[in-house]
C-alpha cells in the first residue's frame, strides 16, 4: 500500500512565523502536490512537482513555497504566516498519468 | 476548463439501504476517475479508480461506474452502514491536474 505521511496532525502558529510542513511517501512516486482545504471551497491546489528540485505553481501559490530536494520528500513552506492561512493541509502523491493519487492524513494549521 | 460537480451535496439515509451517489465532468478527455472518503478532520482515502479504458471498479459493498461520454460517474454502495457516513469525493485526472468535485456528505442512521 501506498503510505504518505505528514510531520504534524496538527500545529498552532503566531503571525508572522516561518512554518514548515513536511510530506514523506514511500511509494517512489514521481509527482507530489500540495492542497489546502477550506469549508465551501473545496481542495485548492497549491504546488506540486514532478521530479526532484522542480516545482509548479498550482491555483493558489502565493503566500507559499516549496522544497523538493529528494524524491520522497515535499515541504510546504509559509514564509510569513498569517491568518488566511489557517486550513487544513493536504499532501498527495502520484506515479504518474492514469495511476491516481493517494493522500497523507492532513495537518491542520491555525495560525493566531 | 474541467468542472467536476456532485450531486447530492448532502444525503441522509436509514441503515441498510442502497444508495447512489453521482459525478459529473465537462471534459471527457480523462485518464481515470478516483473516488475518494474523507472522514471529519482527516485525509483522503482513495476508494476506487476507475482508468479511462475501464467501465466500472468494485471493491466489496462499492461498486463506481464510468461513461467517459456523458461525462458520469455513479458510486453504489450496497447496503449500507452508519460506518459508511463521510463526505465522498470523486476527482478526474486529465493531463497532470486532478480536479476534484465538491464532495457528497453522507450520513448513514442506525
Known amino acids: 500500500d501506498v503510505k504518505v505521511t505528514q510531520s504534524s496532525r496538527y500545529l498552532v502558529k503566531r503571525t508572522g512565523e516561518k512554518v514548515f510542513l513536511e510530506c514523506v511517501q514511500d511509494m517512489d512516486h514521481e509527482n507530489m502536490f500540495w492542497y489546502r482545504q477550506d469549508p465551501g471551497l473545496g481542495l485548492r491546489l497549491i504546488y506540486f512537482?514532478?521530479?526532484?528540485?522542480?516545482?509548479e505553481k498550482g491555483d493558489i501559490p502565493e503566500g507559499y513555497s516549496v522544497s523538493r530536494e529528494k524524491k520522497e520528500r515535499f515541504s510546504l513552506i509559509l514564509e510569513s504566516a498569517s491568518t488566511n492561512q489557517t486550513s487544513m493541509y493536504l499532501c498527495a502523491s502520484a506515479q504518474g498519468p492514469g495511476l491516481g493519487q493517494y493522500f497523507g492524513p492532513g495537518t491542520r494549521l491555525t495560525v493566531t | 476548463k474541467q468542472e467536476v460537480t456532485q450531486i447530492p451535496a448532502a444525503l441522509s439515509v436509514p441503515e441498510g439501504e442502497n444508495l447512489v451517489l453521482n459525478c459529473s465532468f465537462t471534459d471527457s478527455a480523462i485518464y481515470n476517475l478516483q473516488w475518494f472518503r474523507q472522514d471529519p478532520g482527516k485525509g483522503l482515502t482513495s476508494l476506487l479508480l476507475i482508468q479511462s479504458s475501464q467501465r466500472e471498479q468494485t471493491s466489496g459493498r462499492l461498486n463506481a461506474s464510468l461513461d467517459k461520454s456523458s461525462g458520469r460517474s455513479t458510486l453504489y454502495i450496497a447496503a449500507s452502514q452508519p460506518g459508511d457516513s463521510a463526505t465522498y469525493l470523486c476527482a478526474v485526472e486529465d493531463g497532470q491536474n486532478f480536479v476534484f468535485g465538491p464532495g457528497t456528505r453522507l450520513s448513514v442512521l442506525p
Open positions: 512537482s514532478y521530479d526532484v528540485k522542480m516545482k
